[in-house]
C-alpha cells in the first residue's frame, strides 16, 4: 500500500463490480480517507466491495442510487460530503450497454442509455461540483469507451452515450478550470472482468480481440492504474483530456 491518495474523499457510481469495484480498491490501496459507492440493484457485490474497502483501513459507504434521480444523487452526495467534510473526486462510472445494430434500436432502449450513461454523470457532476468549488478544487474523472472515440458499430446508442460523455468532460473542464478542479475521461477498450469473461471467451469475443494490436483483453489494473494517476497530486496539468486503454484498437485493419 501507498499513500497517493492519502486523506482524499472519492465518490464512484456503480462502484460495486468490474471497473468501478477495482478502481474503488485502488482508491482505497492508495490510502483514500474514505471510498464511497453507489448501487442500484445488487446490493450483495456492493457489500462485498464494501468489505473489501474497509479491509484496507479506509472508511467505506455503499449507498443505492438512482443516477437519473436528481433527489437521490442529492441525497448522498450531502451524506458524504457531511460525514467526511468534502469530496476530493468523483468516478463517473455507472452505465449500462445492450448490443444490437442501429435499425434495432428502440425509441426506449435509446433513453434508457442516455439516461443512465450521460445524463448520470451530468446530474452526479452538477451535486458534486458545490462541494468542490467550496473546498478550492477536485477532480472528477468520467468512465467513457473506445466505443465513444469511433462509433462502435453494433453499440449505437451506447457509442453516442459515450461520446456525449467525452463532450460533457470537456465542458466541465472549461468550467471547473477557474476553480481548481480537474476533469478528465478514460475510454477504456475491451477490460476483461467479471461481466465480460465469459463474452471475451465466445467466438464474438475473440474476434473482437482480434481486433486489437496487443490481441489479448486488457484488465482492470490497466484503468483503474490511470483513475489513481488521474485522481490523485502528481498530475496537475492535465484536464479536459481522454485517455484510451484500447490495446491498440485504432490501428488494425
Keep these: 500500500m501507498t499513500d497517493r491518495l492519502s486523506g482524499k474523499v472519492c465518490l464512484i457510481t456503480g462502484g460495486g463490480r468490474g471497473l468501478g469495484k477495482a478502481m474503488a480498491l485502488a482508491f482505497a490501496k492508495e490510502g483514500a480517507k474514505a471510498v464511497a459507492i453507489s448501487f442500484v440493484a445488487n446490493e450483495k457485490y456492493a457489500k462485498e466491495t464494501?468489505?473489501?474497502?474497509?479491509?484496507?483501513?479506509?472508511?467505506?459507504?455503499?449507498?443505492?442510487?438512482?443516477?437519473?434521480?436528481?433527489?437521490?444523487i442529492k441525497a448522498w452526495v450531502s451524506h458524504i460530503a457531511d460525514a467526511e467534510g468534502g469530496i476530493d473526486v468523483l468516478v463517473n462510472n455507472a452505465g449500462i450497454n445492450r448490443q444490437g445494430p442501429i435499425d434495432?434500436?428502440?425509441?426506449?432502449?435509446?433513453?434508457?442509455?442516455?439516461?443512465?450513461?450521460?445524463?448520470?454523470?451530468?446530474?452526479?457532476?452538477?451535486e458534486v461540483l458545490p462541494v468542490m468549488v467550496k473546498a478550492g478544487g477536485g477532480r472528477i474523472i468520467n468512465i467513457a469507451s473506445v466505443s465513444g472515440l469511433y462509433g462502435g458499430p453494433t453499440t449505437a446508442h451506447y457509442a453516442a452515450s459515450k461520446a456525449g460523455l467525452i463532450s460533457l468532460t470537456q465542458v466541465l473542464a472549461r468550467w471547473g478550470a477557474e476553480h481548481g478542479i480537474l476533469v478528465n475521461s478514460i475510454s477504456p477498450g475491451i477490460i476483461e472482468?467479471?461481466?465480460?469473461?465469459?463474452?471475451?471467451?465466445?467466438?464474438?469475443?475473440?474476434?473482437?480481440?482480434?481486433?486489437?494490436?496487443?490481441?489479448?483483453?486488457?484488465?482492470?489494473?490497466?484503468?483503474?492504474?490511470?483513475?489513481?494517476?488521474?485522481?490523485?497530486?502528481?498530475?496537475?496539468?492535465?484536464?479536459?483530456?481522454?485517455?484510451?486503454?484500447?490495446g491498440g484498437s485504432y490501428f488494425t485493419d
Design 50 to 72: 464494501c468489505e473489501e474497502i474497509a479491509a484496507t483501513g479506509c472508511t467505506a459507504y455503499m449507498t443505492p442510487v438512482e443516477v437519473t434521480n436528481r433527489e437521490s
Design 104 to 126: 434495432t434500436v428502440t425509441e426506449d432502449d435509446w433513453d434508457e442509455i442516455m439516461g443512465v450513461n450521460l445524463k448520470g454523470p451530468f446530474l452526479v457532476s452538477q
Design 193 to 246: 472482468t467479471d461481466l465480460t469473461r465469459e463474452e471475451l471467451r465466445s467466438g464474438g469475443g475473440a474476434g473482437v480481440v482480434a481486433l486489437t494490436l496487443l490481441k489479448r483483453p486488457g484488465q482492470v489494473a490497466d484503468v483503474s492504474s490511470i483513475a489513481v494517476m488521474l485522481a490523485s497530486d502528481e498530475q496537475s496539468y492535465m484536464t479536459g483530456q481522454t485517455i484510451s486503454p484500447n
